[in-house]
């Protein structure tokens, strides 16, 4: 499960017209992803809730050479905390439940219970420990654990920080959240889901997820190691996650959610607000910030391989995702990409050239920290032996490749960094933008 998610921010700055779409030019691009093995899996894009781009590349399980397709199922992480809030803030205008409800109404036995209320969970605010950071995680999660089980590993945990001190994302709150919404419904996860947005939605390829099952159209997710896709044998088991990170579905599914959800059709107004309401960092199971007088919201995912990203624009009312099973190119990047061959922008498609080989010593002319106007980040560049990292202060921390004189690039966070060593500058290229940065 992503934690950092805050570069989203950054993917849109043009209006989509009908004029400026160029369907060729999106092809092109995917073709190309395929032909170099830069990623496996779908995207979906509508506009004003109509699907107007759908494309899938690669396998959905290599070995039997089964290609993926529109209606290929996906893990999707933690997108599935967009759908968790949803169905809390139905109960919230339902007042079955509210915000300022204390989580020792449900759970006393957690650390600083009676002052955890229920935004300070949908918010990242309650300083829970993050259990996926659980020095053993890596066993139990890929066996089914009961809810006793899963509380008792909560339970002999201490806070992180006080109650609304700061955001930091933690998925023992949308954990919590779902055994919650369990008690208040009388009913799994999975079958509130079902009949909370499935149903209503009229959703075909959406739920809760279980063992993948290829026969079902559903994928397997792959890594790419010395040229060439490795299956990802270990499967979570839903029982962890279960509303942090449990949900199955389609970019198209994805998208009539999103586009539904934005519309008024799954929340009260007010209720829709205080989601989009990004002001302590975090919105209600969205991110978001404001860009070129534009405002931009969703979620990413990653979980046993698989990476997704959903956004939501409401002034062009377009929604996009991006699913992948085998991940070279990051959805972030991919994304990007899309938009500006979609805006017509003026575009290149991506090279796929070698790295470029660098001695440690060659390394030392970039490092340094790096301000910007423009940018929120500062960023920081070290080396560990012969390769360059770049941190982002309360962002990612990434290696970086060279792929040309004083050019450096990471696929993983879709981030371009040309350096100006003798100006002690460095110009940044994300999603599409370019910010300067200049060496302290």
Known sequence: MIKNITCIAFLISYTITAQTFNKTKIDSLFTLLEANNQGMGSISIYKEGKQVYKNSIGYLDLENTIKANEKTKYRIGSITKTFTATMIMQLVDEKKLSLETLLSDYFPEVSNANKITIEHMLRHRSGLFNLTEDENFMKWMLVPNTRKQMMDRIVKRKVDFQPDEKTTYSNTNYLLLSYIAEEIEGKTYAEILESRIIKPLGLKRTGYGKKINTKDNE?????????????????????????????????????????????????????????????????????????????????????????????????????????????????????????????????????????????????????????????????????????????????PTFPLVGYTKDGFKSDRAGALLNFHPTENKMILELNGNKATFIRK
Not at 274 to 296: C, H, P, R, V, Y
Not at 309 to 318: G, M
Not at 324 to 345: A, E, F, T
């Open 219 to 395: 994928a397997l997710s792959y890594v790419r190691e010395n040229s060439k896709w490795k299956l990802v044998e270990n499967q979570t088991d839903m029982s962890v996650p279960i509303g942090a990170g449990s949900i199955v579905s389609t970019p198209t599914e994805l998208n009539s959610f999103y586009t539904s959800l934005f519309s008024g059709k799954l929340v009260s107004k007010a209720s829709l607000e205080k989601m989009m309401d990004t002001s302590t960092g975090m919105g209600i199971g969205l991110g978001g910030e404001t860009f070129f007088d534009k405002q931009a919201y969703g979620h990413n995912g990653g979980i046993d391989g698989f990476q997704s990203l959903t956004l939501y624009v409401p002034e062009d009312k377009i929604t996009i995702s991006y699913m992948g099973n085998g991940v070279v190119m990051s959805p972030n990047n991919c994304i990007v990409n899309v938009l500006k061959s979609y805006y017509d922008k003026e575009y290149k498609l991506p090279k796929f050239d070698g790295p470029i080989e660098l001695k440690t010593e060659a390394l030392d002319l970039y490092l340094g920290i790096y301000t910007s106007e423009s940018f929120p980040f500062q960023i920081t560049i070290t080396k560990k032996d012969t390769v360059l990292i770049a941190d982002a202060k309360d962002g």
